[in-house]
């Protein structure tokens, strides 16, 4: 048997599905001025040779994220409380950015873990602490990684070996000596140290 339904029927189920794809789209995180986004990507880099270690980069652990609701305009009177049902983390912000919605935060607050987060949003007076909207909201955190290696840099350095609050001009005993820098910071190691007694108004130092 063939059931036939009325063309009215079928147009408003459609507007129905539709009404629920906009108004979750209404909902989220977003960059700034950018649209709501519900995938973030952080990248770790781990390192080899002279100077070795790992770091993160991407938006998923350490860019400035922010919440809004399309629906209800922010303003200097409204909070919102972020919760993430997975993880437990809650973050509290101000919602009074006009277009922009709360404050910003970074997701390693909220949880930037692999996988998906589900969030419960709720928006409410500070004065008053009468709720205004509540809802929830997903997004995906995805991750990737490389090995690279990183070599040291070795900088020349003079110093006091008599006394290392004094000035180089006004030194007695001068030293030299190469210093390990990694990633452009200075580190303990040192090699190559040498001690060269001013007797003279010019000292020639071969290295």
């Not at 000596?177 to 007797?199: A, E, H, M, P, W």
């Amino acid at each position: 048997m063939k059931i036939l339904f009325p063309a009215t029927v079928i147009t408003l189920v459609t507007l129905v599905a539709a009404a629920k794809a906009i108004a979750a789209a209404d909902v989220g995180l977003h960059i700034e001025f950018s649209e709501i986004k519900d995938t973030f990507h952080r990248h770790l880099t781990k390192y080899t040779g002279d100077c070795p270690g790992e770091s993160w980069s991407g938006v998923a652990q350490d860019g400035d994220l922010r919440f809004i609701d399309h629906n209800f305009e922010p303003n200097k009177q409204l909070k919102v409380n972020l919760i993430n049902v997975s993880t437990g983390k809650k973050i509290t912000r101000d919602y009074k950015k006009i277009q922009r919605g709360s404050n910003d935060f970074t997701l390693k607050q909220l949880g930037n873990s692999d996988g998906e987060h589900n969030i419960e949003y709720q928006i409410y007076d500070k004065s008053s602490k009468e709720t205004i909207a509540t809802g929830n909201f997903t997004y995906t955190v995805t991750s990737s990684e490389e090995t690279k290696q990183r070599d040291a840099q070795w900088k020349l350095e003079l110093y006091c070996e008599s006394d290392s609050s004094d000035k180089l001009k006004d030194c007695d005993t001068l030293g030299s000596r190469k210093v390990k820098y990694c990633n452009g910071s200075r580190t303990s190691d040192v090699y190559n140290q040498r001690i060269f007694n001013l007797d003279r108004t010019t000292v020639e130092i071969d290295l």
